[in-house]
């Protein structure tokens, strides 16, 4: 009780320090695959992982080795540690670009990790012609890290941070308006969320091996695809094959990869009323039939010449893929005309559902809007009248929505101001709003400058700093990383 009210009112990092070492650990655990990848193709790269892995090893292991005095954590200390992670995950992270003969420079590594662990999917990688495939494993393996979060991941591993603000760092990580708690102990819920995960993954590399997608690209498209990343392992990305069948299971998993995971958990269990109740699913799947619509149109008057494959399965393929922020293109989309990207646009800002591994502002949030605004318009007729928002068929609390329309507006404020400070730092206007939308919202698409499939490597360093910036605050959902900004959070 003693060390509790000591402790109380001011930031553990030792402790802080102690789960970053766990954190590092794990990193490096992960890198000792991408070595075996560069041992079985013969590849010089593996001794650059493998320094890679003790450096990352070393430090992990020194800073786990710290003895706090405490091992409390609070809510303050689960926002610092979530921030900080990501951050100091990303430097080592970036240790084999900077190691292997990809020839990036630290801003140019530190941007490709964090689009990584981010699942934005943006890149500075001119050509993957000669990138050694232990690299391209490697960027597939932190998105898919990244995907359903690194703390989460840490948490399903490692039980002693159950009883360690767990439940902070939970909350702190995972994306959505709420969070579920699917069992009574935060490990048990991080290991079903992950397990559900695993295994989805496992089925979308064997679907895609049995299609003749040989094993490297079926595992690199597999660990991309479910964690809605967009990363490729090739240069023509899936057009190499010009594999109907893999486009139609791709867009099967992009989709489940953009539905809460938590929703995924249950039905697995034989829960399937919860998805008959859940509207953000419903609307999540319209949304995508809309868009698909839209899309269909689009390309059939102006390409009216097209296969039936290009008119059907390519639009919905694209459709899903921007919604869930997945960011695979088909080559011809810059092409689709000026109402196909008004959507794609929309799309991009909305995103799929919480608790996915999308990115976007998420439909639930605007599910909210929505309703509120309904509430608001009825009020002006019925003015004593009092009306709730109504999710899933339950009331939401007045706090979680003003919460969401503060985080609308934000998600706004700091698209516009990020395109600004884009356009100080050298890129035209248009290309400046729409990469601070896209790094924002991590699905990773570029325009002018960077071309529609996002390649980053002609951006200042400056803007790239700041774009990997707006990607780690759009993948915590902004409140997370920028209430450290605020003197509050640093008062006792």
């Known amino acids: 009780m003693f060390l509790k009210a000591r402790y109380k009112g001011f930031i553990n990092f030792m402790m802080l320090f102690r789960v970053i070492g766990w954190l590092l650990l794990t990193e490096a ?6 070595c075996v990848c560069a041992l079985i193709y013969n590849e010089s790269s593996w001794l650059m992982f493998l320094i890679s892995f003790l450096i990352t090893g070393f430090s992990g292991f020194g800073l786990m080795s710290l003895k706090p005095r405490s091992k409390e954590m609070g809510k303050r200390e689960a926002i610092l540690l979530t921030g900080m992670t990501w951050i100091i995950l990303s430097l080592f992270g970036m240790l084999p670009f900077l190691l292997c003969r990809t020839h990036l420079s630290v801003s140019d590594a530190f941007f490709e990790t964090m689009s990584g662990f981010t699942t934005t999917g943006a890149t500075v990688l001119d050509s993957l012609r000669n990138v050694p495939h232990s690299i391209l494993l490697w960027r597939c393996l932190v998105q898919w890290i990244g995907g359903l979060g690194i703390i989460l991941f840490t948490l399903a591993i ?3 941070l159950n009883y360690q ?8 990580e995972v994306t959505g308006i709420t969070h579920d708690k699917l069992r009574p102990r935060i490990s048990s819920t991080a290991k079903g969320l992950w397990m559900v995960y695993i295994v989805l993954t496992i089925l979308l590399i064997g679907l895609l091996y049995i299609i003749d997608i040989d094993v490297f690209n079926a595992i690199c498209y597999g660990l991309s695809t479910m964690s809605t990343g967009g990363f490729s392992s090739s240069e023509m990305s899936l057009h190499e094959w010009d594999n109907i069948y893999a486009k139609i299971i791709m867009t099967v998993f992009m989709f489940l990869g953009g539905v809460n995971f938590a929703l995924l958990f249950k039905v697995a269990h034989g829960n399937f009323k919860s998805v008959l109740k859940n509207d953000a699913l419903n609307v999540y799947f319209w949304i995508i039939i809309i868009g698909y619509c839209v899309f269909a149109l689009s390309v059939f008057f102006n390409h009216p010449h097209y296969t039936w494959q290009q008119l059907t399965i390519d639009p919905l393929f694209q459709s899903v893929s921007i919604l869930s922020s997945t960011g695979l293109t088909i080559p011809d989309f810059n092409d689709w005309g000026q109402i196909s990207l008004l959507v794609l646009i929309v799309m991009m800002v909305m995103g799929a559902c919480a608790g996915s591994t ?4 998420k439909i639930d949030r605007f599910i909210i809007l929505i309703k509120f605004l309904k509430n608001e318009f009825y009020r002006l007729m019925h003015p004593n009248s009092i009306r709730t928002v109504c999710i899933n068929g339950k009331g939401t609390q007045p706090a979680i929505v003003m919460k969401t329309l503060a985080f609308l507006f934000l998600y706004i404020i700091i698209i516009i101001t990020g395109g ?3 356009a100080l730092l050298g890129l035209p206007l248009r290309d400046s709003i729409f990469c601070s939308l896209s790094a924002i919202s991590n699905t990773g698409l570029g325009t002018d400058i960077t071309g529609i499939s996002g390649n980053y490597s002609l951006v200042p360093d400056l803007a790239k700093w700041l774009l990997s910036f707006l990607m780690l605050i759009g993948r915590l959902e902004l409140f997370t990383i920028l209430v ?4 509050s959070f640093w008062k006792k």
């Open 29 to 34: 655990c992960i890198m000792i695959i991408p």
């Open 158 to 160: 490692v039980p002693m």
């Open 165 to 172: 603000g767990g439940m902070q760092l939970f909350n702190a």
């Open 358 to 361: 999308s990115g976007g502002a």
């Open 420 to 422: 600004i400070a884009l």
């Open 484 to 487: 450290i900004f605020t003197p």
